[in-house]
């Protein structure tokens, strides 16, 4: 709780926030509701949002305490819709959020291809500062799943109470891609993507992974591609919290980059499909269980669901013994018996070289 009011303290000296008043960053509360008539939108971008263990976080939380986070959240996603044009919040229910761009507001005049290029870099800019959303709720296991998606919405006003709502199955579809994604991702219609000027596209859509069909409960089948934010980061996975220490400080040491330490096979692997890293280095062994399976696992979804293979270094004290079942899993080993020798260590440019698309 301290947490969550010492960010909101920030926020309202910085005049960023009143939680006294409706939040001017959402489109019902800054338009003449008689000048916009009900409209059809063509190529409308749809992005939803949903805040990943919301419920369990709830559970001890008061009211008030739920209010006052939610206002926060709010406010954190607002200051990057803001970043975009004719990019609009429509609605947070509960911890569910409709953005909309394209919908040609307040003079804007995009095409397809920015307005989807917008929606991702918002997307992009969300998770990749998904550290601050769980400093709000002051809870490590927080997380977002996006979806996107471009297609015909039709907008306007409900009476009792009066409202601006968006109506479309395109409405439908974005909520089903979010409900697909994995935590910390974002999924997207490949038919969005393809919206793309592909001349124009930025480096950092070299996150998207490549295009696989899905079965979309209620919309059938839909081509999509997953979004996995770049962590310019190393994971490091050990049981031991001994080797963990001293890995994650001699990695900082040598590559000047910061390090994820993880002690479970579970979370490693959770982590490895949320995101991609620089580097990632994990022991053969948690407790009596080796990682060949999860590995292997791994290795099988990624050749599925991304363009690029993570970069991973096994660590163990008998790389002879193992070298050859895993010399097809992994990308190099190092000895745990010579974990302070930083000579058995790869360089950066070496690992760099190792980017493999597959």
């Given at each position: ?24 960053n ?44 939610m ?35 307040f ?32 809870n ?33 579809i974005?909520?089903?891609l ?32 490549k ?82 399976g999860?590995l ?40 745990k ?11 950066q ?6 980017n493999?698309?597959?």
């Open positions: 709780m301290m947490n969550i009011l010492k960010y909101i303290s920030k926020l309202i000296v910085k005049d960023k926030i009143q939680l006294t008043k409706p939040n001017e959402s489109f019902s509360s800054s338009i003449d509701f008689d000048l916009y008539p009900p409209t059809n939108h063509e190529d409308a971008c749809i992005c939803m949002i949903d805040i990943v263990n919301f419920s369990k976080w709830c559970n001890d939380k008061s009211p008030e305490s739920i209010y006052i986070t206002t926060a959240y709010n406010t954190f996603l607002s200051e990057y819709i803001d970043k975009y044009e004719d990019v609009h919040k429509i609605e947070l229910v509960g911890d569910s959020v409709l953005i909309v761009s394209g919908m040609h507001r003079g804007a005049r995009l095409d397809a291809s920015t307005t989807v290029t917008n929606m991702i870099y918002l997307s992009i800019d969300i998770l990749t500062n998904l550290n601050q959303i769980q400093e709000i709720f002051d490590k296991h927080i997380s977002l799943r996006i979806g996107i998606h471009l297609g015909n919405v039709y907008s306007g006003f409900i009476q009792n109470p009066k409202k601006f709502q968006l109506f479309g199955n395109s409405i439908n974005a909520s089903r979010e409900s697909n994604s994995l935590p910390g991702t974002f999924t997207i219609s490949t038919n969005t993507f393809k919206k793309l000027d592909l001349t124009k596209i930025p480096p950092q859509f070299n996150v998207l992974g295009s696989k069909s899905c079965m979309l409960k209620g919309v059938g089948n839909v081509d999509i591609m997953t979004g996995f934010i770049n962590k310019d980061a190393i994971l490091i996975a050990d049981d031991d919290y001994v080797f963990l220490e001293i890995f994650t400080r001699t990695c900082s040491r040598i590559y000047k980059k910061d390090c994820v330490p993880c002690d479970s096979i579970h979370k490693t692997f959770a982590f490895m499909k949320e995101n991609t890293y620089f580097l990632c280095i994990v022991d053969v062994h948690f407790m009596d269980n080796i990682i060949y999860s292997k696992e791994f290795r099988d979804w990624e050749l599925v669901y991304r363009k690029t293979r993570q970069i991973i270094l096994l660590m163990t004290i008998d790389i002879e013994n193992i070298k050859d079942s895993y010399l097809n899993l992994v990308d190099g080993f190092l000895d018996s010579n974990v302070c020798d930083y000579s058995t260590y790869p360089s440019e070496m690992i760099g070289s190792k493999i698309t597959i």
